[in-house]
Nanobody
Framework: QVQLVESGGGLVQAGGSLRLSCAAS????????MGWYRQAPGKQRELVAH???????NYAESVKGRFTISGGIAENTVYLQMNSLKPEDTAVYYC?????????WGQGTQVTVSS
């Protein structure tokens, strides 16, 4: 089992920045990667950014150049630095950690970007 605890969400004006953190505990050794997803009202959950156990990263096209994922399994913590935020970034952001056969999710943290 892996437990994930997120922090860092909040309300920010368009153009501002926020940093999300996700602390992992439990069977960290079993993980292959960690990432951030988000879900806006009425929309499906989507991948925002991912970092593999080897440190490779990938991003949704909509956040490339604005968001940066860092940390990872070796640090037991993953971060999401979000710059130049837009109102369309408003969503509940979820931390995810995945192993070969399991996905683990945090409780979610609200990010609201006002125009």
């Amino acid at each position: 089992q892996v437990q994930l605890v997120e922090s860092g969400g909040g309300l920010v004006q368009a153009g501002g920045s926020l940093r999300l953190s996700c602390a992992a505990s439990g069977s960290i050794f079993s993980l292959n990667g960690m990432g951030w997803y988000r879900q806006a009202p009425g929309k499906q959950r989507e991948l925002v950014a991912h970092i593999s156990s080897g440190g490779s990263t990938n991003y949704a096209e909509s956040v490339k150049g604005r968001f940066t994922i860092s940390g990872g399994i070796a640090e037991n913590t993953v971060y999401l630095q979000m710059n130049s935020l837009k109102p369309e970034d408003t969503a509940v952001y979820y931390c995810n950690a995945h192993a070969v056969r399991f996905d683990y999710w945090g409780q979610g943290t609200q990010v609201t970007v006002s125009s």
